[in-house]
């Protein structure tokens, strides 16, 4: 009877053993799968988010504002003979100082 309990005991200890490696490794490929997919998830919204960057640089650009502003407010660059460029007076130098 020894004999026999003994192997009883080393199978139910290998079955136990086996069993922990079967969850083990399905549950390292469930989180593989999920970091995967993570992984492509952050991958796409770096692109969406380089995408949105162009768009924004795009829209502040110089030649965009511009169109906007002759569209949508009436302004346009004035010819050079309308510009009136003024100087601005000199800075008054505070008593105490000598330069």
Request: net charge positive; proline share 3%; charged share 30%.
């Amino acid at each position: 009877m020894r004999g026999r309990s003994r192997v009883a005991l080393v199978l139910v200890g290998f079955v136990l053993v086996a069993t922990g490696v079967i969850w083990r490794r399905s549950f390292g490929n469930a989180r593989a799968r999920e970091q995967q997919r993570l992984e492509q998830q952050r991958a796409a919204l770096e692109a969406e988010r380089a995408k949105l960057e162009g768009d924004i640089r795009e829209a502040s650009s110089r030649g965009t504002l511009a169109k906007v502003a002759e569209e949508r407010l009436n302004m346009h660059i004035p010819s050079d003979s309308l510009v009136i460029y003024l100087q601005r007076p000199p800075k008054k130098r505070a008593k105490g100082d000598k330069h």
